[in-house]
Structures are given as C-alpha cells and as structure tokens.
C-alpha cells in the first residue's frame, strides 16, 4: 500500500513538472444508459458487451447466465441461455463477440469453451474442453473475431491467446478418420525405432488437437500397452500387420468422411516393413485404397516417410474423379534422414505445421525445407507430393489440392514457435580443429534445447539405408553474451562444413533451422599405422579414437596431433614392448603424428617352464607298515599356467599327497607329498611320471626308492 502511494505521488509529482500542453478538445457527452431497476431483462454482473454490423448490442449478463439483445437505443430485442454445461447454457460468461456475418461468439469461462450462435440465439456449435494442449482452455475470458472470420480467444489460466480459423471442410454425419502405423517394430538391430515411435506418437496427438478423438484415429504398432491421452487405457487398437491395416483401411474406415494415412519405418522400392517378418507392397495398399474409394468421396492423404518411399508415388494413384494427396519424404531410391532421435526429419516439421494449423501444402514444402538444410549439400533426400492422380511427383501442378485442406480442422495454434534471429557469420580455419557457434533465440516460452548438426565435406549416403546419426553438438546458454554457444572439435577434413542449428520449446516445438558454414583450408593429414609382431595375440587402441587393432590398425590424423596408444593382450599372451615412432616399454605410448608415423606393438604367447630341485628321491631304510613322506619342489618359471599330471608307475608302496592334476601359476612352485609306506622287507623302487604342457619338457619322471625292514 504504501509503494503504491508512492507511486502515485511520484507520478502526480512528474506531471505537475511538466510545462501545460495543449491538445484539439474532445469530449463525450452522456447520452442515456439502460436498464431500469425493475425490468425483466436487468443485469446482474455484465462483464462484456459487443455491437454488430447493425448497431444492435449484445450483453453478456455473466450471474445470469445469459445474453441479452438490444437495439441501439437500449430497447430489448431477446435473451438466450441458462445455467448449465449443455448446448445453449453457461457457467460465468466473460466475453462476446460478433462476426460481419452477424454470429455471436461467447466465451464460456467455467465450461472451458467456446459457444456460436446465431443472431438471435440459435446454437450453432461449440469448441474446447479443460486443458493446456491446443483447443483446450482454462477459464476463457476475453474473445474477438477479424475480418477474415479469425477468431481469437483469451485462454486467460493458460497464459496464452489461441487463434482459430473457418474449418476447410462442411461439417457432415460422418466423421473424419486417421490411421497410423508405426512400423517395422522393436526387433533386435532396428535402430530406427525409437524415432519411428516419436513421430508416430507426435502424430497421433496432432491428431487429436486438430479434431480427431481415440475412436476416429486407429493406432496400428508392436507397442500394445501405449497410454498416449493418460486415460489409463492402451491407445493402439492393433499390431502392425498386414491384415490389420487392410481391415482399417477398408472396413473401420469406410464410413469416414475423409481419411489420412500416416506411415513411418523402414522402407526399400515400393515396399514397407510392417514389423521384423512381415512386408507391405505397394501395390497392395494402392488396391487396399481404391476398394476404400469406390464408395467414400472424401479425400484421402497418404503421408509415408521411410527409406525410397518415392516409389510408392507411381503405384498409389487414384482412380479417375476421386481425390487423394500422397506426399512421400523421398524420391525413389533415397534415404530417409531420421536425425536426433527423429525430431529432425520429414515427419516431425511436417506434424508440426499441422499442429499450428498449417494447410497440408505449406506443412510438406516446410518439411521438405527442413529436410534440405538438414541434409545440406548434395539434397540426397528430396520428399515428393502427388495430387493430380497421375503417378507422378512434384509437376508444376502437384500441390493445387493440397493448397486449399487441412489435416482436421484446421485450429492455429498460438502456441510460440521458436526463431533463431541470428547465427555466427561463415568462418574459415586455418589448420585449427575447433570453431564456436553462436545464435540468438525469440521465443516468449521456455527454450529447452539449442543443439547443432555438423555435415562434413566427407559426407556420403546409401541408399536404402536410414540416416540415424550426423556429428551433433549442443549450445548452452551464455548469461554475458545473451546468446547460446557450442564448440565444436572436430574440423578435421579439408572443405566446407555446414553446420544447421535447431532450436526446441517446451512444447517440443522446433525452430525453422538456420545455417553457417566453417571452412577448413590450410589442413594437413598424416597417417599413423600399427602393426604387430610376435607370436602372441592382443589389440592396440588409441586416443582420439580411430585405431583399434585389431581390424582397424591405420588413421590419419591433423596437423600435429597426440595420439596415445594402449596395448592390451589376449589372456593367452603378454605384450613385451613398442618398436618404431619414438616407442618403447611396455606402458602407453604418446606419439606426436608430424608425418608419417609406423608402430609395432610386440606381443608373446605365454609359456610355461617346468623345473625341479632333484630327479630322484630316496626313502633310506624304512620299517614295514610305516609312512615316509618326502617333498619335490615342482616350480613354474615361464610366463603361462603350467599344468601337471602325476602318477606313479611301479612299486605299489608309494604314492602321493593330494591331487593328481595340478596348476601352478607362473613364477610359482608347488610342493608335492610323495609318500612310501612299505608292506614288506626288502628294497623297492618306482618312477613319479610328470606330465605337463610345457613344450621342451612334456613328461619328467623322478626315480623313487627305499628299503623296508
């Protein structure tokens, strides 16, 4: 309270200093007001009011839970609505609005909603539910419509304004239809997958904030137990299959005033993997489609993003008169780019455009945008549109269709999509491997993610083959500077690098992407080469990356670089010392790469050595019936386990203490009992056989002896 005194003092003070100007006098004069106490149509709480095209007012009489029509001099003309939540009725209206048609537009704060009506009352349709997604409101309070019949909303606990436009299409009794597939499947070495799941779930909610509900969107995908709307209940009506999609196609589907076909995986030419056994053909869905059209008269927009699904562009048209888009993410015989988890690839941008509300049309060509600069130099992956029906992609009149619909009904999203405003300038290296990237974002929501894609000069592509990962790195925000920055440490081949950076929302909404180029000039490479000697096993690694010998025993590094080599040998060999490059020892290497560099890392099979104290042991007079034991020292003094095998041959009154097969470890001995127990006078002998793997000496026998009396 006492701030806001302040406040006022300080500005009355402000004005007062200020020398009197004078301004042309315009002055409003009382004219009359309505009502009178004691009416019928008295207000309680009106918070909103709007006139149309014929001065007729419109009051939003908020506790009364109506509205109130009157001519321009106050006279009562009608009144409309209760307390309520159905068709018709309110829960605290907050404002009005009127179009140049003469419709009225209410926001129904506490339903949630919006509600049109005609200009004297009649219900013509609603719009919205609680929520934050688009559509959605909490607590609507304000509402206006522009010329072109726009109509904007106040979503007022959001924090937001939404933005509505006309539908493309005349309401029917029959509903608008989606199918998605999500193919190919979890298989062991599918990596596409989890960016096949993304942006076939990001479509299935795209869906649902441009009008389509879990019973019009039939889920196809190996993943039976996906919640997507947090009802508690699985959201995929069926697995991918052949026979699943041809039942969705041509029976699920044939009631449907329209129908779009979503299908994202592995693709080859004019084939679809549904799941790790199971293949569609093109030729199949073309027949699965024209079964579908021989009754249904709406559109049809088949959207297929994989590897080569250009090839379906030529197998998919229509039969003559009936309408349908095909809008393919390549051209025959290309890759499909699947980047970043999938958030940069055909799909996604193009899913995002039509959750902004885009027309079919404008979402392909920004996709298709966005594609081109993430592909960058060469554009191996150009997307296709067809929707003159004749099988080819991408004519001069391909997209005339399309220009003029939308994926449902078309609601703008106000939501803020984020603008990278400015990026660092081209820059050129000159021998150095690291260069800064630096932009600044626009954005009034949250910016969670600025991150960049590197193409290097190097680059090159297979077709058939998804691209799943570029060279990437992030920019993190710079409190000093106001911009994000990311370096990036590997320009190490001579040529152009285009480096496109992306910005994401809390919405998981991107940016359109910009681009910059660093050029690498004065850029020398040197190969370093490892080679191994000996007869022992193991690998050589380096650091950096590159070597792994192994298979991989050469790389060429820049300029003067360090590269560190560790040897490491099999569990049958020892690594015994470098030769060549300044190497020696046995510990890590450290080599300055300033030419051509040659390494050999020498490795020994490990070997035992067998060897005792004595070849013979004598027992000296023993009585009958009594134990002597004497011990041999068996030592190990090569570099492998070595494994012996005793027994004793002749003389059945000796023997040994213990096991008969031993191991003894290298640089290790092992004391071994030998017992004599004689059962009778007189002089006994007999061999102790040792047997072991050590190559020079296989079998070692000890002579044994005593005499009993």
């Given at each position: 309270m006492v701030k806001a005194l302040i406040k006022t003092f300080l500005v009355l003070l402000l004005v007062l200093s200020f020398p009197s100007v004078s301004f042309s006098e315009e002055i409003y004069e009382y004219e009359r007001m309505w009502p009178v106490l004691g009416q019928p149509w008295y207000f309680n709480a009106p918070l909103a009011i709007a006139i149309d095209s014929s001065s007729n007012v419109y009051v939003a009489d908020t506790f009364n839970h109506h509205i109130q029509k009157f001519s321009s001099n106050g006279q009562f003309i009608t009144k409309w609505g209760s307390e309520g939540k159905g068709d018709g009725q309110f829960n605290s209206l907050t404002g009005i609005a009127v179009d140049s048609s003469g419709y009225v537009y209410v926001a129904d704060a506490e339903n949630h909603r919006i509600q049109k009506f005609t200009s004297d009352g009649q219900f013509v349709t609603k719009w919205g539910s609680f929520g934050s997604n688009p559509g959605e409101f909490s607590y609507p309070k304000g509402i206006a419509v522009s010329s072109d019949g726009k109509v904007y909303a106040s979503d007022t606990a959001n924090n937001r304004i939404q933005v509505f436009k006309p539908a493309s299409y005349v309401p029917s009794n029959k509903v608008i239809k989606a199918i998605v597939v999500a193919g190919s499947g979890p298989y062991k070495g599918n990596n596409l997958w989890d960016a096949t799941e993304m942006n076939a779930n990001y479509a299935y909610r795209v869906l649902t904030y441009q009008g389509y509900t879990n019973d019009t969107i039939y889920y196809l995908s190996s993943d039976r137990n996906l919640d997507l709307n947090g009802d508690g209940k699985p959201d995929v009506d069926a697995d991918a299959t052949n026979s699943d999609l041809q039942n969705a196609i041509t029976e699920w589907a044939k009631d449907a005033e329209s129908l779009v076909v979503y299908l994202t995986g592995h693709g080859g030419d004019g084939t679809f993997r549904m799941s790790e056994t199971e293949t569609l053909k093109a030729e199949d869905l073309a027949s699965w489609l024209s079964e579908l059209q021989e009754t249904m008269e709406g559109l049809v927009t088949v959207i297929y993003d994989a590897c080569e699904s250009g090839s379906f562009v030529s197998k998919l048209s229509p039969a003559s008169g009936k309408q349908r888009i095909l809008i393919t993410s390549t051209s025959p015989g290309e890759p499909a780019y699947f980047l970043s988890q999938g958030a940069l690839s055909f799909s996604y941008p193009f899913w995002s455009q039509i959750f902004g509300g885009a027309k079919i049309y404008d979402a392909y060509v920004m996709a298709k945008d966005v594609v081109g600069v993430a592909v960058g130099a060469g554009k191996s992956q150009n997307p296709e549109i067809d929707d003159n029906g004749n099988g080819i992609g991408n004519e001069k009149n391909d997209g005339d269709l399309a220009r003029n619909k939308y994926i449902g009904k078309g609601f703008v999203t106000a939501g803020d999509i984020p603008l990278i405003s400015t990026i660092s300038e081209d820059q050129v290296l000159s021998g150095q491997t690291s260069a800064t990237i630096a932009v600044e974002v626009v954005s009034t929501g949250s910016i969670t993610r600025v991150w960049a894609i590197v193409h290097s000069p190097d680059f090159s592509t297979t077709p058939g083959s998804p691209i799943t990962e570029l060279p990437s790195f992030d920019l993190t925000w710079n409190e000093q500077t106001g911009k994000y920055e990311g370096t990036y440490s590997a320009f190490t081949v001579a040529g152009t690098y285009t480096i496109t950076v992306y910005a994401m929302n809390e919405a998981m909404i991107i940016s359109l992407p910009r681009t910059t180029e660093v050029e690498q000039t004065l850029y020398t490479q040197y190969t370093l080469t490892v080679s191994k000697s000996g007869a022992g096993s193991g690998t050589v690694t380096?650091?950096?990356?590159?070597?792994?010998?192994?298979?991989?025993?050469?790389?060429?590094?820049?300029?003067?670089?360090?590269?560190?080599?560790?040897?490491?040998?099999?569990?049958?060999?020892?690594?015994?010392?470098?030769?060549?490059?300044?190497?020696?020892?046995?510990?890590?290497?450290?080599?300055?790469?300033?030419?051509?560099?040659?390494?050999?890392?020498?490795?020994?099979?490990?070997?035992?050595?067998?060897?005792?104290?004595?070849?013979?042991?004598?027992?000296?007079?023993?009585?009958?019936?009594?134990?002597?034991?004497?011990?041999?020292?068996?030592?190990?003094t090569g570099t492998g386990d070595l494994s012996v095998t005793l027994s004793v041959l002749g003389g059945a009154d000796f023997g040994i203490q213990g096991s008969s097969s031993v191991t003894i470890k290298s640089k290790k001995n092992y004391s071994l009992k030998v017992l004599f127990t004689p059962k009778s006078a007189g002089l006994e002998a007999a061999t102790l056989e040792i047997d072991s793997n050590d190559p020079d000496t296989p079998t070692l026998d000890i002579s044994l002896s005593g005499t009993a009396h």
């Open positions: 380096s650091n950096p990356a590159g070597i792994n010998c192994g298979d991989d025993c050469s790389e060429t590094y820049s300029n003067v670089q360090k590269v560190k080599l560790t040897a490491k040998a099999n569990a049958d060999s020892t690594f015994t010392g470098w030769s060549g490059g300044g190497c020696s020892g046995t510990k890590t290497c450290t080599i300055t790469v300033n030419t051509a560099v040659a390494v050999t890392a020498d490795f020994a099979l490990k070997i035992p050595d067998i060897s005792v104290v004595q070849t013979s042991i004598e027992f000296g007079n023993i009585k009958v019936k009594k134990k002597a034991t004497k011990t041999l020292k068996i030592m190990n």
